[in-house]
T-cell receptor
Framework: KQEVTQIPAALSVPEGENLVLNCSFTDSAIYNLQWFRQDPGKGLTSLLLIQSSQREQTSGRLNASLDKSSGRSTLYIAASQPGDSATYLCAGDSGNTPLVFGKGTRLSVIA | SAVISQKPSRDICQRGTSLTIQCQVDSQVTMMFWYRQQPGQSLTLIATANQGSEATYESGFVIDKFPISRPNLTFSTLTVSNMSPEDSSIYLC?????????FGPGTRLTVT
């Protein structure tokens, strides 16, 4: 059964810092990987999707990469801002299987 | 990207009653998904709802407790039946579009 671990569980950084969030899968056979953002009491906002033929995606200050050999993904946030404060979730599937989610990293960016 | 709305956004319900949550998508989609997010936990898939067929439930979830309707390609409902305090969660509707999954704003359910 696929399990997803996100490290760290919580992170507090001063505004302007670059930071890395980590995600690892027990089964490295990941087909699609998605990073989401969740604000308190809200739904999920899709940030980046890495599809089967890809290894990396970038959107603005965000960059996500996936190492399929190890089943590990990282989300890099450049020049963090207080508005980046949220919980970040990674999720992956193995083709025709449902997305499996990690528990998330709760990020606080302090002004 | 798909835009998803859910009703109600939140509710407080008595033990033993049932609540039906509605999910509306702004485009036609083949598969819709229902997730539960218990306090402090990540998302767990309840079931996948395809139009014109029975929903497929994940291990630990049964149709009697979580009946689902999918009358057309833009709408679905999830009913939480015979509720107990353990059903207090956020319930989220989701759709897939070209490999990317999108979520509704969620329904926050509290059972007293």
């Amino acid at each position: 059964k696929q399990e997803v671990t996100q490290i760290p569980a919580a992170l507090s950084v001063p505004e302007g810092e670059n930071l890395v969030l980590n995600c690892s899968f027990t089964d490295s056979a990941i087909y699609n990987l998605q990073w989401f953002r969740q604000d308190p009491g809200k739904g999920l906002t899709s940030l980046l999707l890495i599809q089967s033929s890809q290894r990396e995606q970038t959107s603005g200050r965000l960059n996500a990469s996936l190492d399929k050999s190890s089943g590990r993904s990282t989300l890099y946030i450049a020049a963090s801002q207080p508005g980046d404060s949220a919980t970040y979730l990674c999720a992956g599937d193995s083709g025709n299987t449902p997305l499996v989610f990690g528990k998330g990293t709760r990020l606080s960016v302090i002004a | 990207s798909a835009v998803i709305s859910q009703k109600p956004s939140r509710d407080i319900c008595q033990r033993g009653t049932s609540l039906t949550i509605q999910c509306q998508v702004d485009s036609q989609v083949t598969m819709m998904f229902w997730y539960r997010q218990q306090p402090g936990q990540s998302l767990t898939l309840i079931a996948t709802a395809n139009q014109g067929s029975e929903a497929t439930y994940e291990s630990g979830f049964v149709i009697d407790k979580f009946p689902i309707s999918r009358p057309n390609l833009t709408f679905s409902t999830l009913t939480v039946s015979n509720m107990s305090p353990e059903d207090s969660s956020i319930y989220l509707c989701s759709v897939e579009d070209r490999g990317e999954q999108y979520f509704g704003p969620g329904t926050r359910l509290t059972v007293t």
